[in-house]
């Protein structure tokens, strides 16, 4: 394993695994933005990532794209690469590198709950792995997402008068709490935050079910009364959530199993959901790998580390430039 | 339980104040025994002996590894929270009311306690025993004040908020009296208001730049402000009773006073270290809180007496309507007729222009005095923090630049940052921390605090990270006094973060001889 480094760079043959800065070759996750990033000459990932960037980024975001199908290998010089699923976004996908024998597996993102938004992860025995950590404490266990997704619309049923805005990434969330909904057969017209536009027509398009749904636009105030609109977090504290009748704050993510970080960030209804791994599918992926060389990424790896090294696993942290706890998509 | 825990998660949640009126009252439309442990609860009233924080790290440590709760527990910075999430999770049990879990508690038994408590924390959902364990631990901190549980309680049931502040002191669970009244059974509660501790009246701190435009001197009293602890001293013949700033009867800590007070009166005032009514320092005050009973030895050593500030009761007459000067009166006439060793009287100090003022604020009496307190001449005894009437006005703090050395995740509303910070001086060539500090700095200082520990920290020793050594702070401190506790032979009092130094460097900071030496340490 000593082909790769600390930042994912395969020096070998100038290959580098969801880079920050433009570089020559690289090999792309998912969509999110500290993942897939513009300007590199040669972009290799699944359709799906490479439709997403070109709608985040525009068509010319790299020279050259290379689309992989899950499980389709790909080979530079002695190195073959082949993508499978990682049920973190639509079009996530693990990195499986084989060389000599030597088989690595760069997780990306990922989640092992079922998801209707996105193919679903696939276990890929290995030799290293190298795993991200983003609920890597025994404290984040998600709840059941049906279960939340259930409080949000007994909520709704209760607070005729208000508005729910949920706070949801404009990628892969945004969508995951719409099919969630649906799944509910929550059928009224889901409101969105025009920068989740784009996104959803393009989730449509590729036949995920997440119903009906339309652009917030300037209408009477009392219009949104009992209508869940969905905005990137970033809108909440925003003037933008202001003209909305007596909202009611919700955010959807992992991290609000923590009361604490809920409060602090003035959510009111906070919904656990996630998609990354809690602590006990982390520690069941680690398992079942059969890696026995475990590199752990960014997120909360102290306490990923020290439960490998325990269990008689090589293990340390990896750190990557760029990405610091907590500023994770 | 499962009623009262989502209404505490609900509090927690809500930015609202109608909001949370509105949760309270939904909750207390019924009144029985279980609103009883709730109100309680919520006015901080119930607390169990045996069940403290350390208790409930022992048991979770029994429950999963120590090193995996420390990373956790650093990470939510709530202690009551991460035992919730970390507890592994069993079948839930039968759902039971409030009132018969805290019952059931009651009756474990101390030798039985890590079994039987661990069982009930299995048996609970999350929130259930998160809300547990803030009920044993006490303080829930859920930004519900015990004056909002009363407005909506008033409001709930069209009596008047002053009625029942009126008798809240007076009233006991499982406030049967009080639910009578509230659902118009019964008339209103009789109090014994002799017997009873009164809110005390609080100072507000003074703005010098608005406030000393605004008020007229001559219309304000001032006094030395001390540092002790404030006290509430009740005396009739039959019983002596003091009590702290929160209501709790310390009686039994402070033997001396309750043997050698005389009189019929309620008094306000500081209670002191030292002989022949001199203060010796808080670090000598220190010696005497925190117990429950005083040695003959220890009184020897350390006497105790109330300087003090003002009366609520003299002989049965309530004169808490009466303005400040009024009742200064009263209260020389009754340290005049029971002078004793245990009680003498705050000095007034004669003052014209605010200005004048401040050389009494800075540096008078040995530095013993914390500052001046400033108070209104016709303010009426109210009680709480009420704006207009009291003021302190705290001398300079002591100030000394320091090098950032060590940071640690802070707790409650902080805990996502690197919000405590440990600095220090150089001793010869190596740096030693002489305090730890976790306020003082502004929001935007924080940001900068935090994000520069994440980017430079050199060593980890579990949630403890250090820092490359650059960063040097500029931190006030109320007192600094010897202690062997530390490897720096010093401990401060009060030490904050005052602002960042820019524009110095490691090399200006001065060594730990010449900080002694500056502060005047032995």
Redesign the interface.
């Known amino acids: 394993m000593d082909f790769i480094n600390h930042q994912l760079f395969i020096k070998d043959i100038n290959v580098h695994i969801d880079p920050i800065f433009p570089k020559k070759t690289a090999i792309i996750t998912h969509g999110h933005a500290d993942h897939a990033r513009f300007g590199h000459d040669h972009v290799i990932a699944t359709r799906q990532t490479i439709d997403i960037m070109k709608i985040r980024y525009g068509d010319k975001c790299a020279k050259k794209f290379t689309p992989l199908k899950y499980g389709q290998k790909y080979s530079i010089k002695n190195y073959d690469f082949t993508l499978y699923p990682a049920g973190h976004i639509l079009g996530s996908a693990q990195v499986l590198i084989e060389k000599n024998n030597h088989r690595l597996v760069i997780t990306g993102d990922y989640k092992v709950g079922k998801d209707e938004t996105c193919k679903n992860f696939k276990l890929i025995k290995c030799d290293t792995l190298i795993t991200e950590a983003t609920f890597g404490l025994p404290i984040f266990q998600h709840p059941d997402p049906k279960d939340e997704i259930k409080k949000l619309i007994r909520s709704v049923k209760i607070n005729k008068y208000n508005c729910h805005i949920v706070g949801a990434y404009a990628l892969g969330k945004a969508q995951r709490v719409m099919n969630l909904l649906r799944q509910q057969k929550y059928n009224e017209t889901i409101y969105i935050h025009g920068s989740l536009e784009k996104l959803c027509q393009y989730y449509s398009k590729e036949k995920i079910n997440i119903g009906k749904f339309e652009k917030v636009s300037s209408k009477d105030k009392s219009f949104y009364e009992g209508k869940i609109i969905i905005a990137p977090p970033s809108a909440l504290k925003d003037r933008w959530s202001r003209r909305f009748p007596n909202p009611i704050i919700c955010m959807a993510s992992g991290w609000m199993t923590v009361k604490q970080r809920a409060k602090q960030q003035g959510i009111e209804l906070p919904l656990v959901i996630s998609d990354h791994s809690d602590w006990n599918e982390l520690l069941d992926t680690i398992k079942k790998s059969n890696a026995k060389n475990i590199l752990i990424t960014h997120g909360q790896e102290d306490a990923l580390v020290y439960y490998c090294k325990k269990q008689n696993l090589v293990s340390k942290p990896l750190s990557i430039q760029g990405r610091s706890d907590e500023e994770i998509e | 339980m499962k009623k009262f825990s989502s209404l505490l998660?609900n509090l927690?949640?809500?930015?609202s104040r109608n909001t949370k009126i509105k949760l309270l009252q939904d909750y207390f439309k019924i009144l029985d025994i279980n609103r009883a442990y709730a109100l309680a609860i919520l006015s901080d009233q119930l607390s169990f002996q045996f069940i403290k924080a350390s208790k409930l790290k022992e048991l979770v440590y029994e429950q999963?590894?120590q090193?995996?709760?420390d990373?956790?527990y650093d990470?939510?910075?709530?202690l009551a929270?991460?035992i919730s999430?970390?507890w592994p999770?069993n079948k839930e049990g039968k759902s039971q009311n409030l009132s018969t879990l805290i019952e059931n508690i009651k009756k474990i038994k101390k030798s039985e306690i890590n079994i039987e408590f661990s069982k009930v924390l299995s048996e609970l959902s999350n929130n259930e025993r998160?809300t547990l364990i803030k009920i044993c631990t006490g303080g829930l901190r859920i930004g519900v004040s015990e004056r909002l549980v009363k407005n909506a309680l008033a409001d709930l049931y069209n009596k008047s908020v002053n009625e029942i502040e009126e008798i809240w002191h007076g009233l006991e669970f499982p406030y049967e009296n009080l639910f009578q009244w509230l659902r118009n059974e019964t008339s209103k509660p009789k109090i014994d208001f002799k017997k009873l501790f009164h809110p005390m009246m609080l100072a507000n701190p003074i703005d010098e730049e608005k406030d000393f435009k605004r008020l007229n001197a001559s219309e304000f009293q001032a006094e030395y402000k001390w540092d002790g602890i404030r006290v509430q001293l009740m005396v009739s013949s039959k019983t002596v009773s003091l009590y702290s700033r929160t209501g709790d009867n310390i009686s039994s800590a402070f033997p001396e006073i309750i043997e050698n007070t005389k009189g019929d009166a309620v008094i306000d005032g500081e209670l002191l270290v030292g002989r022949n009514f001199k203060p010796s320092g808080f670090n000598d005050l220190q010696q005497r809180l925190n117990r429950k009973k005083a040695s003959k030895d220890l009184q020897e050593k350390f006497p105790v007496f109330i300087r003090a500030y003002d009366i609520l009761f003299y002989k049965g007459k309530d004169l808490r309507k009466l303005f400040l000067y009024e009742r200064r009166k009263y209260l020389e006439k009754f340290q005049k007729e029971n002078k004793t060793n245990q009680i003498d009287l705050s000095l007034t100090i004669k003052f014209k222009t605010w200005k004048e003022l401040t050389k009494y604020k800075n540096n008078v009496h040995d530095d013993l005095n914390e500052g001046v307190m400033i108070k209104l001449k016709n303010s009426e005894y109210l009680p709480g923090r009420k704006k207009g009437y009291w003021y302190k006005w705290k001398k300079n703090p002591k100030l000394v630049d320091a090098i950032l050395m060590y940071a640690q995740r802070g707790h409650?509303?902080r805990?996502?940052y690197y919000s405590d910070f440990t600095f220090g001086v150089w001793k010869e060539n190596e740096l030693v921390p002489i305090g730890k500090a976790y306020s003082g700095y502004t929001d935007k200082e924080l940001l900068i605090l935090d994000k520069f520990i994440?980017n430079n920290t050199t060593n980890?020793f579990g949630p403890v990270r250090e820092v490359k050594k650059e960063i040097i702070l500029e931190v006030a401190f109320d007192d600094v006094f010897p202690s062997s506790r530390h490897k720096s032979g010093v401990a401060m009092r009060f030490p904050r973060i005052h602002r960042i130094r820019w524009d110095k460097l490691v090399n200006d900071v001065i060594n730990i001889d010449q900080f002694k030496k500056e502060f005047k340490i032995e």
Do not use: A, M, N, Q
């Not at chain 2, 927690?12 to 930015?15: A, D, E, G, Y």
């Not at chain 2, 990470?75 to 709530?78: K, M, N, P, S």
């Open positions: 998660h927690i949640l809500t930015p999963v590894d090193h995996l709760f990373y956790s990470y939510v910075g709530d929270e991460t999430l970390i999770t998160w409650g509303k805990s996502s994440r980890k």
